[in-house]
């Protein structure tokens, strides 16, 4: 290890990897590596690791579960972090003496942890089922769908600053809306619910009611990061019409750049076919702004999180 990576990394209770594929570890599966890829073994390493990168001026980056992210083909700079030790994957039920409550690890799955709530009875992140990712990544990104937001669960969220500062906001002055929240960039270390006693079957229903619906709307089984675009405004040109209906009513559903395609299942999902890279699937998504901006007046922005060496 160099002189430098060792003034950073040296002495740490870290897992270090250097240059690591990571777009292979994304839900797209395509893009570049990391320069370090390191998983902290406990939350004083990542602590220290985290004022090591900011007193020398290191950027660092959290991976979650890779189902957001699009890599780019040279992959990324800097320190990508990956919070899947065990010590930021637990759960904590009755969380504080409150039945319901569960402090849940930023690394938790959160397939898992529909799993579970649904075998203990547990109702109120049923909203999430069918949605892949990391507890840190849906609470960065406010994921959801017709059926509500993470936020809607959210209590208080555990948090670090760039500079190394531990702090627990309140859920409710984090202002969070569609796909976004003022919550400030850092680390997302675990997340407070309050989820709500119920019939295990019922809760059970809920579940494979939502799923059905998204695999039945959605390409779930191909390679994708989800919905490309955000929705548009709908008091704006785009007249109450979602990012997918723009791309339907192009008449680019099946287009193509590279191998990269919108769904014919979803208009709003770009998928990666065997031989693509990110740079298909970032041209094919410039193309598909300037056609929806040309044809309807109605300028689309980027719900997929691009990672590069150039971005800061
Ligand atoms: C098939 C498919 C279906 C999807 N359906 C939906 C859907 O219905 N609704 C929806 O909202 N999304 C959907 N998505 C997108 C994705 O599931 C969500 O955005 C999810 O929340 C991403 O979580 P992640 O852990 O994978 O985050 P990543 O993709 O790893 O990261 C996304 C962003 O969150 C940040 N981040 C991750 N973890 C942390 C942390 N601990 N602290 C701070 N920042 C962090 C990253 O730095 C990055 O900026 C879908 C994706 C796929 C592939």
């Not at 090591?52 to 991976?63: A, M, T």
């Not at 709500?196 to 695999?215: A, G, L």
């Amino acid at each position: 290890m160099s002189l430098a990576r060792s003034s950073l990394l040296g002495g740490l209770d870290l897992n270090v990897s250097l240059d690591a594929p990571l777009g292979s570890l994304t839900w797209f599966g395509i893009g570049g590596h990391a320069d370090m890829l390191v998983s902290p073994r406990s939350e004083e390493a990542l602590i220290h690791l985290i004022q090591r990168c900011h007193e020398q001026d290191v950027k660092v980056r959290v991976f979650g579960g890779g189902a957001n992210l699009l890599i780019d083909d040279a992959g990324v700079s800097g320190v990508v972090l990956r919070l899947d030790d065990e010590c930021f994957r637990r759960i904590r039920y009755n969380a504080e003496g409150e039945v319901g409550a569960a402090i849940v690890g930023a690394g938790v799955d959160l397939f898992g942890f529909v799993q579970d709530t649904k075998r203990r009875g547990l109702a109120g992140f049923e909203m999430m089922a069918g949605i892949p990712g990391t507890v840190g990544g849906a609470v960065r990104m406010n994921a959801g769908g017709a059926w509500g937001e993470i936020s809607t669960a959210l209590q208080s969220v555990d948090h670090l600053s760039w500079d190394g500062q531990h702090r627990t906001f309140d859920a409710a002055t984090l202002g969070f809306r569609y796909r976004g929240s003022d919550l400030p960039s850092g680390v997302i270390l675990s997340a407070k619910m309050i989820l709500q006693e119920d019939d295990p079957v019922t809760v059970s229903n809920r579940v494979k009611e939502i799923f059905q619906h998204k695999r039945s709307s959605q390409p779930m089984g191909e390679s994708s990061a989800g919905c490309a675009f955000r929705n548009p405004d709908p008091d704006g040109p785009a007249e109450g019409r979602s990012a997918g209906a723009l791309i339907d009513q192009a008449g680019l559903k099946g287009h193509r750049i590279g191998g990269a395609v919108v769904s014919d299942q979803h208009g709003n999902f770009v998928v990666a076919e065997s031989g693509a890279n990110a740079s298909d699937v970032h041209r094919l998504m410039d193309d598909i702004q300037a056609r929806v901006l040309d044809r309807f007046g109605v300028e689309l922005s980027r719900e997929i999180v691009f990672w590069s060496r150039e971005e800061q």
